[in-house]
């Protein structure tokens, strides 16, 4: 087993990982930014090595700083988290030529997974369905009008490289391909450095259904079932369930059955999970994220599997002892991720100081989150501050105790996309499982906020003025009873002068 694990991350993503590590009894080592100097995970840590400046660039993503803090610090595995290294074959080579163990598969699958077209190729290989499209490369627009006559419009555009829908380019028509393919090359190589486009078949109305796969070095391969992240805004994931309210047992085994051979048929190790698309019956292949995921709580709370650990046992060279059968699939989890965001303001980030901060708890409550209370949230980073789980027997129990959680999460002096979220927990489309990547916009979320946010700062009013009213009424009270004993005193005295 490792003698000291090198977190290269922030956040609560690397408190998180700081858990697993110390329920292992595995001393940790945290990286931290100039901007970072106060940040819960360099405190949580048992050592923590400032690696640089804010800017990612000059910090986080800083490989020969990072290893440079493995090496002074005697650090033998670096777990990556998720984002900025997390799917850098680059710093995974590094960690190998340096004698470190990377917490997360080879540097092969990360590479072959990385491009897009190689993935669809193994997947299609490998007897995973992939959405009808391109072979490979699409080269010109003479290519294009031919794929995209054989499969019909509308199409769409991917980048190679990329990921995350960055620089996804829907095309209706042929008259609208030439332009298209010109703006999707040249975003796609100010993104990835690389032009590389492939085509697809455009899915309308699609679900995001993803499995969560684990792989041990000794050839044993599962699935830890699924997660529904449909609910995305501009291709950022915000509400997350477990399990997808429209996966029946049966779809269960056979998705999970593909997302298992889609694993295999690349030899992966550790943790990784398989996104499909779901969409008029059908599920496709769409990507595979070679790293842990945002939303992994939720798998967590719905097996008790906590898939840190097994990432560190895995990447430890142990084996996975339990078999498909015994993967439990209990209740009904729900992730909400807070970001400092002002919903009021297209959802710019919120920076600054947080002045009060009390999270919600109780039966079936989890906050996985990288603040508290007095801590300046910097500009330089991703938004999300923190993860809300909750867990109940039933997807109602569940809504319920989510929209509970919500009801008492308080955090000021910086916006958050709390109300957003409590606009979703009540919404009917949602309540039913009704679903889908254009449900923000098809069931008006964002109109609902304002309101929400005006009852939340009556709430507040009137909770404040309870709050000076109990003073006023403590200050009467007092000034009562010194009175009281002001008289009481005098008579004492009168008595004994008589
Ligand atoms: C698609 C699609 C429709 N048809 N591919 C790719 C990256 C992922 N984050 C979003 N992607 C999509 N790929 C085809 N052929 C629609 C999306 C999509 C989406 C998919 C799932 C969940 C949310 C989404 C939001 C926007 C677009």
């Given at each position: 087993m490792f003698g000291k694990i090198l977190v290269a991350n922030r956040g609560e993503i690397a408190v998180r990982v700081m858990r697993a590590c110390r329920e292992l009894g595995i001393p940790t080592v945290a990286v931290y930014s100039e901007a970072d100097k106060h940040a819960l995970h360099a405190k949580y840590a048992d050592e923590a090595y400032l690696i640089g400046a804010a800017p990612p660039s000059q910090s986080y993503l800083n490989i020969d700083a990072i290893l440079d803090v493995a090496e002074k610090s005697g650090a033998d595995a670096i777990h990556p988290g998720y984002g900025f290294l997390a799917e850098n074959a680059k710093f995974v080579r590094a960690c190998e030529k340096h004698g470190i163990t990377f917490i997360g598969p080879s540097s092969k699958a990360v590479e072959l997974m990385g491009s897009k077209i190689e993935a669809r190729k193994t997947m299609k290989k490998a007897g995973v369905p992939v959405v009808p499209g391109s072979e490979g490369e699409v080269r010109d627009v003479e290519e294009a009008k031919a794929i995209a006559e054989e499969i019909g419009y509308p199409i769409v555009l991917k980048a190679?490289?990329?990921?995350?829908?960055?620089?996804m380019k829907v095309v209706k028509s042929e008259a609208e391909l030439e332009q298209a393919i010109e703006s999707a090359k040249s975003v796609a190589k100010s993104a990835f450095g690389d032009a590389t486009l492939f085509i697809e078949k455009f899915l309308s109305r699609p679900r995001h259904i993803e499995f969560q796969v684990l792989a041990d070095k000794h050839g044993k391969t599962l699935h830890l079932n699924e997660r529904e992240?449909?609910?995305?805004?501009r291709h950022q994931k915000l509400i997350e369930e477990?399990?997808?309210?429209?996966?029946t047992p049966e779809l269960r085994e056979r998705i999970g059955g593909l997302a298992v051979k889609a694993a295999e048929s690349i030899k992966y190790t550790n943790a990784g999970t398989v996104e499909f698309i779901y969409s008029q019956g059908e599920f496709y292949f769409l990507e595979m994220n070679t790293r842990l995921q945002v939303e992994h709580p939720i798998t967590e709370r719905t097996t008790g599997i906590d898939i840190v650990k097994e990432q560190i046992l895995i990447a430890a060279g142990?084996?996975?002892?339990?078999?498909q059968s015994e993967v439990p699939l209990f209740g009904h989890a729900i992730e909400c991720r807070i970001n400092a965001e002002d919903p009021l303001n297209d959802f710019a980030p919120s920076p600054g100081k947080i002045t009060r901060y009390r999270s919600p708890g109780g039966p079936g409550v989890r906050i996985d989150s990288g603040i508290r209370m007095g801590y300046t949230i910097p500009p330089y980073y991703d938004s999300m501050i923190s993860k809300l789980v909750v867990w109940g027997r039933t997807r109602e129990e569940a809504i319920a105790r989510m929209e509970r959680a919500l009801s008492e999460y308080i955090i000021t002096g910086v916006k958050t996309n709390i109300p957003f979220h409590k606009a979703v927990m009540r919404n009917e489309a949602f309540r039913r499982g009704?679903?889908?990547?254009n449900f923000i916009e098809e069931q008006n979320?964002?109109?609902?906020?304002p309101e929400i946010i005006k009852e939340d700062e009556a709430r507040e009013a009137r909770l404040a003025e309870a709050f000076r009213e109990d003073k006023r009424v403590a200050a009467i009270a007092t000034a009562v009873s010194m009175y009281i004993d002001a008289a009481k005193r005098k008579s004492e005295e009168k008595y004994e002068r008589e």
């Open positions: 190679s490289a990329g990921g995350g829908g960055i620089g992240c449909s609910i995305q805004r477990c399990p997808s309210p429209i996966v142990e084996a996975i002892e339990y078999e009704e679903l889908s990547t979320i964002l109109a609902k906020i």
